[in-house]
């Protein structure tokens, strides 16, 4: 459970990160 706490932690921030992204490109692409 420790370990999968710890994974989480770890991936959020890169997968918030890709998020972040996704939505500037998109509206990027929309304006």
Do not use: E, R
Not at 9 to 22: E, I, R, Y
């Amino acid at each position: 459970m420790t370990f999968d706490f710890a994974f989480i932690l770890s991936t959020l921030p890169a997968f918030l990160n890709a998020v972040g992204v996704t939505l500037q490109v998109g509206l990027i692409a929309i304006a």
